[in-house]
């Protein structure tokens, strides 16, 4: 060997055990008899050891206490060395220096010597973990454009960087389901016009669904979002759907795409409305109940402190009677007709309660023109004396005490007050009448 090539083959070892000590991935060299002549410094320590001469002239059963992996490495390098094939790419678990669990990318390859013959073999693992969660979680998303679960109207899978809709699946369409879309732009309208709120979260996502805003909050940080709303189906009927939207990247292409879900929440949406109305209004006349007619009007009293307001205590006449002389049956019904009366009287923005047995509350918001209670007031009274109580002769009324802010009061309980003194009054001069705070 001459001088030149002897520099050469020096410069090319100085190099190798360069890259052995740098490189990120895990390299080793064995021989034909599994014996470790080389490895690189990523190499040593997923094996779990510490320096080069952990590992050099030694074989698998000497490095690793897994005694299973070491007879799996062995038995590669066999399959290796008699089939004269290089194995490639093929997925293995590893663990990182701490232990823990990782995947790799292995590619083993054959090394010759001048005769020819196999004198060793080279191993490189690349770590891709990342890589491969992230194909795992692409191709896991991707299944459910094959199998849609029963509650998923339908699922569209979109190319943002291409702008087109790659796929899309629908179910249940008997029943009524969502729109087929050929396009972005259509599947974009068809939403838009189909969501009963415009201005809900979901209606301006879609209105703003463009290649350019979508590639902006992906590089913001953005990759998931779940809307609510009522949207009119194909057949007409309105129901709870839920969407979740999903960026992915497409581990094929490179392309960013997106996951859009549309899920039937119909059900769960009427139960917990359910709830929520058990837990706010009154069983029976489905008013305010109490505790919400009661901190209604204390918020109102706080955002609107500028505002006049009235607070009407309304109360039955000879209730007792009723209910003794009909049964409770009967007093429910009625106390159901006061309520009727009481919702078609106030507007939508006053608060309107039941606090208890045929005591009612209503606070009227704004009022304007003082003249208005009076009117108001004997419309109620009128209505209540005129509920039919079936072929008795009983003679049920209401009293009425009205108190105002902020002349009587800036709190509840000092209008509560006030208006309690008047119905009072009410009462003591003959019932069925209505009565001011003095």
């Known amino acids: 060997m001459g001088m030149n090539e002897k520099k050469s083959e020096l410069l090319i070892q100085e190099a190798f055990q360069t890259m052995l000590r740098n490189t990120e991935d895990m390299i080793f060299v064995k021989d034909v008899d599994s014996v470790y002549v080389a490895a690189s410094l990523a190499w040593i320590k997923m094996a779990g050891k510490e320096t080069l001469e952990d590992v050099i002239n030694k074989t698998d059963l000497e490095i690793f206490e897994d005694e299973n992996l070491a007879e799996r490495y062995r038995k590669d390098d066999k399959k290796l060395l008699a089939e004269g094939k290089d194995l ?4 293995e ?3 990182d220096e701490d232990g823990h669990a990782r995947y790799g990318s292995t590619s083993k390859y054959l ?6 013959k196999p004198n060793g073999i080279l191993g490189i693992t690349k770590d891709i973990t990342r890589d491969y969660i992230i194909k795992q979680h692409y191709q896991k998303e991707l299944s459910c454009l094959f199998e849609l679960p029963e509650d998923v109207y339908a699922i569209s899978y979109i190319d943002v960087d291409s702008w087109r809709v790659i796929s899309q699946r629908r179910q249940n369409i008997e029943e009524g389901t969502l729109q087929l879309c050929h396009t972005v732009e259509e599947l974009c309208q068809a939403a838009v016009e189909s969501i009963k709120d415009e201005a809900c979260p979901a209606a301006q996502f879609y209105r703003d669904f463009t290649p350019e805003n979508l590639c902006r909050l992906y590089a913001e940080g953005n990759s998931y979002w779940r809307f609510e709303y009522e949207r009119e189906m194909t057949n007409g009927d309105v129901r709870w759907v839920e969407n979740e939207v999903k960026f992915l990247a497409n581990v094929e292409s490179g392309h960013l795409c997106i996951m859009l879900k549309a899920k039937d929440i119909h059900e769960e949406k009427k139960e917990e409305q359910h709830i929520i109305t058990a837990a706010k209004f009154d069983g ?11 901190n209604s009007i204390r918020d109102v009293l706080i955002r609107e402190r500028n505002g006049e307001h009235a607070l009407f205590m309304i109360d039955i006449d000879n209730f007792k009677v009723l209910n003794d002389t009909l049964g409770h049956q009967a007093g429910d019904e009625f106390l159901s007709a006061v309520a009727g009366i009481l919702h078609e ?13 045929d005591e009612f509350f209503a606070l009227m918001r704004n009022i304007g023109d003082v003249r208005k209670l009076a009117v108001k007031a004997t419309s109620l009274l ?6 039919d109580v079936g072929p008795v002769d009983l003679q ?5 005490g009205i108190s105002m802010y902020p002349e009587d009061g800036r709190t509840l309980e000092e209008l ?13 001069h003959g019932k069925n009448r209505f009565v001011f705070s003095k």
Do not use: C, H, Q, W
């Open 88 to 91: 490639v790419d093929y997925m």
């Open 93 to 95: 678990p590893i663990t």
């Open 111 to 116: 090394l010759y010597g001048p005769d020819g």
């Open 284 to 294: 029976m006349t489905m008013l305010l109940n109490r505790d919400t007619t009661m």
């Open 345 to 357: 009287g106030f507007r939508d923005t006053d608060v309107v309660g039941r606090i208890g047995g």
């Open 382 to 387: 009128e209505g209540i004396s005129k509920i």
């Open 396 to 400: 049920v009324s209401g009293s009425i």
């Open 416 to 428: 509560y007050t006030k208006a309690d003194n008047a119905l009072y009054e009410a009462k003591r």
